[in-house]
C-alpha cells in the first residue's frame, strides 16, 4: 500500500510539472507519430452534434417522486436503482416523436458536420437491434423498432458523419460489467468476459450493421491493460478501417484527443481534438433543466476551440418520446444561421497564429487570419500585435465591406466601422495577407480600448514551485466544470509573472482573481509592477472542493500609471516561506478613465 502511494504521489507530482505547453506537445508527436490518416474529415469538421439518448432520457430525471440534478445519464447510479427495478423502464420506452429525418435536418441546419449518438451508455441499455441481449429498444420496449437504422441514414444522406458513443466498460446492467457495484460484487466481476460477450460483439454489430462510420466514441476505459487495449482496437479496425476511434479507448490510444468533459483546453494543439460540451447541464434529458447555453456562448465555444486549432462537439439531449428540447432547436438553428455567413472562418479552418487578444482569438486559412471580434473594441480600434507580413485585404466576413487599417512598425491597427456594423454574435475579420508570419507574440496586450482586461494564469511564467494546475470540480453530480490555476506558489523564491505590453500610457487598477482557503488565508504577498511593490494580504474565499463552485474573489491590490507605452513585467510571490499564497485564476486590468 505505502509503495502505492508513493507511486501515485509520484505520478500526480510529474503531472503537476507538465505546463500547458508540454502537454500539447506530448499530445502533438503521439498523434504525429501515429496519425491515422484517415483524420482529415474530422480536423475539418470543427462542429459536430453529441446525442444522449437512452432509458434515462425517460426518466427524465426524477426516480420514485424525486428529482435528480446532475447528468441525467446517470440516474441508476445516483439512486442506486436495482437493475431489477431499472430494467421495468424499458416496458414504457415508446418514443413515438423520433423522427430521423427532423433529427438529421436540425444538425445539417446548425452546421453540424458530424453526429455521435449513444448506442449504449452506462445504463446497459442497448438503442438498437442486438442479437447479445434482450435489453435492447427492439426485443424490450413497445416501440419494437431500431432507431439506429433510420438515423445512419438520414445522416449519410446528408453528408454528415455518423458515429457511436459506445460505453465499453461501464455496463451497470451487466453481472461482469465496471461499476455496478449495488447489484453485483466487485471481486466477483470478470471484465474479459463482458468484454468477450458483450462489448466486442456488439462494437462488431454496430461497425457492420449501419453503413460507414466516422467514429466510434468510447469513454471512461477500464478493466484492460494497455496491451489488452491495443488488441482490442485492432480486432475492430478490420471492421471498417477508416472509422476513428476516440481517446477515451484508453493507454494514449484513439486518434483524436478528447479532454475532460465541458473542457477547453487554453493552448493550441495542432494534432486532431474535440472540446464536449452539453447544451444544458445534463447530458441526458431531465425534465426540469432549462439552463441552455444561447447562441452566443456556443458560437464562442466554438470559435475558442477552432482558434486553438480543435472541434466543439454539442451535446443535446432528446426526451423519451423522441423530442429534442424546444430550446436545443431554436438555438442549434440561429448558430447555423451564424455559420452560413461565417462558416468560412471555421470548418477547414486551423488554429489561429495570433493568440488570445483582448478582442477575441484568430482562425487561419493560407493567407488568411479570421480574427473573431469577440470582445468590440471601446473605440473600434483592433490591435493586431507584432503581425509583420505585407496586408493586401481587410474586410468583414459578413458584407464584405473593406476596413480601413494602418501599418504601425510590426503592428496592424483595424478600425471597425461600429456605428455601422449590425448586432452579430460574433463579427468575424479577415486579413489577407502575404508573406512568412515570424514567431508569435510572448506577451499580453494591456489596452484601455477594453473595459477590462482578463489574462488567465496559463499565461503566467513560473518559478520555483509555482505551476500550472487545471482544478476540476462539479456544480451537479458528474456536472464538471475546470479552471486553469497557478497554484503552490509558497515560496519567497517562488514567482508567477507577466509580460504585459502596454499600448498606450494610461492608468490601471490591477486585480487579482483567486481562489484561497483557510490555510493560505492572510498572508502577505507583494506584486511588482512599474518598479514598486504592492504589498497584499490574501482574502479568504472559502476552500476548493471538488464537489462544490469553486470560490474566487476578485481583489483590487494595486492602482498604477504607465508612463510610457512598452513592455513591462509584472510578478507575483509570497512575502514569506510557508503556504500557498492562492490559487491564482486571473490577473485583471481595469482601465481607470
Ligand atoms: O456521457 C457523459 C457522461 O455520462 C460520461 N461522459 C460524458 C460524455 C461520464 N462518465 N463518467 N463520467 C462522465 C465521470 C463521472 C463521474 C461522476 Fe461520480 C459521476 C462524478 C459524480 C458522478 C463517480 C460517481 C464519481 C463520483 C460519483
Known amino acids: 500500500m505505502k509503495k502505492f502511494l508513493t507511486i501515485c504521489a509520484a505520478l500526480f507530482v510529474l503531472y503537476n510539472n507538465v505546463s500547458g505547453q508540454e502537454m500539447d506537445e506530448m499530445w502533438d508527436n503521439r498523434s504525429n507519430n501515429k496519425a491515422n490518416k484517415n483524420v482529415q474529415w474530422f480536423k475539418d469538421a470543427k462542429f459536430g ?104 441514414k438520414s445522416v449519410a444522406k446528408r453528408n454528415i458523419h455518423f458515429g457511436f458513443y459506445y460505453s465499453q466498460f461501464q455496463d451497470w446492467y451487466e453481472p461482469n460489467g465496471g461499476r455496478n457495484t449495488w447489484d453485483f460484487k466487485e471481486a466477483e466481476k470478470d471484465y474479459q468476459k463482458y468484454y468477450k460477450e458483450k462489448a466486442i460483439p456488439q462494437l462488431k454489430e454496430l461497425m457492420t450493421n449501419y453503413g460507414k462510420l466516422g467514429t466510434i466514441w468510447f469513454d471512461t476505459p477500464g478493466g484492460l491493460t494497455k496491451q489488452e487495449t491495443e488488441d482490442f482496437v485492432n480486432s475492430l479496425r478490420k471492421y471498417q478501417p477508416e472509422c476513428l476511434f476516440s481517446s477515451r479507448v484508453g493507454h494514449g490510444l484513439g486518434d483524436y484527443r478528447d479532454f475532460g468533459d465541458s473542457e477547453l483546453p487554453p493552448f493550441t494543439i495542432n494534432g486532431p481534438w474535440e472540446s464536449i460540451y452539453t447544451h444544458n447541464d445534463s447530458w441526458g434529458y431531465i425534465k426540469h433543466d432549462l439552463n441552455f447555453k444561447t447562441p452566443k456562448e456556443i458560437i464562442y465555444l466554438l470559435a475558442n476551440a477552432a482558434a486553438r486549432g480543435g472541434n466543439l462537439m454539442l451535446n443535446v439531449g ?15 438553428r440561429e448558430v447555423g444561421n451564424w455559420l452560413k455567413i461565417n462558416g468560412e472562418s471555421i470548418y477547414a479552418s486551423t488554429a489561429g497564429l495570433l493568440g488570445q487578444q483582448p478582442w477575441g482569438v484568430s482562425t487561419s486559412k493560407p493567407g488568411k487570419q479570421y480574427l473573431h471580434i469577440l470582445n468590440r473594441p471601446v473605440d473600434g480600434e483592433v490591435l493586431i500585435p507584432d503581425f509583420d507580413v505585407t496586408i493586401k485585404k481587410v474586410y468583414l466576413l459578413d458584407g464584405g465591406k473593406e476596413l480601413d487599417f494602418e501599418k504601425r512598425g510590426k503592428d496592424i491597427i483595424l478600425n471597425l466601422p461600429l456605428g455601422e456594423m449590425k448586432k452579430s454574435l460574433n463579427e468575424v475579420v479577415v486579413l489577407e495577407y502575404s508573406g512568412q508570419v515570424k514567431a508569435s507574440q510572448t506577451y499580453n496586450v494591456v489596452s484601455d480600448n477594453f473595459q477590462e482586461i482578463e489574462i488567465p494564469a496559463y499565461f503566467a511564467k513560473v518559478k520555483g514551485n509555482a505551476n500550472l494546475k487545471s482544478l476540476t470540480y462539479s456544480h451537479y453530480y458528474g456536472d464538471w466544470k475546470h479552471t486553469n490555476c497557478v497554484v503552490d506558489a509558497k515560496n519567497s523564491g517562488d514567482e508567477i509573472s507577466f509580460d504585459i505590453r502596454v499600448t498606450k500610457p494610461g492608468t490601471y487598477k490591477i486585480k487579482l482573481e483567486y481562489n484561497c482557503g483557510t490555510e493560505s488565508a492572510l498572508q502577505e504577498g507583494v506584486l511588482t509592477l512599474n518598479n514598486t511593490d504592492f ?27 504607465f508612463d510610457k507605452e512598452g513592455l513591462y513585467k509584472l510578478n507575483i510571490r509570497p512575502l514569506k516561506d510557508g503556504k500557498e499564497l492562492f490559487k491564482l485564476k486571473s490577473l485583471i486590468f481595469e482601465a481607470v478613465r
Open 535 to 561: 504589498l497584499f494580504r490574501t482574502l479568504k474565499t472559502g476552500e476548493f472542493d471538488r464537489r462544490a463552485p469553486l470560490p474566487l474573489i476578485q481583489h483590487s491590490v494595486a492602482t498604477t500609471t
Open 49 to 152: 452534434m453529441f446525442i444522449h439518448w437512452g432509458l434515462y432520457s425517460k426518466l427524465a430525471g426524477e426516480w420514485n417522486g424525486k428529482r435528480y440534478y446532475g447528468s441525467g445519464e446517470w440516474i441508476m447510479n445516483q439512486a442506486k436503482i436495482p437493475v431489477a427495478e431499472y430494467e421495468k423502464v424499458a416496458k414504457s420506452f415508446n418514443p413515438i416523436k423520433f423522427d430521423a429525418e427532423e433529427w438529421a435536418q436540425i444538425a445539417e441546419d446548425a452546421g453540424m458536420k458530424y453526429m455521435v449518438v449513444t448506442a449504449k451508455h452506462h445504463e446497459g441499455f442497448s438503442m438498437f437491434d442486438s442479437k447479445y441481449t434482450n435489453f435492447d429498444i427492439v426485443d424490450a420496449t413497445p416501440y419494437k423498432k431500431d432507431p439506429m437504422k433510420s438515423l445512419a
Open 318 to 332: 432528446p426526451d423519451g418520446e423522441g423530442s429534442f428540447p424546444a430550446y436545443s432547436i431554436q438555438y442549434l
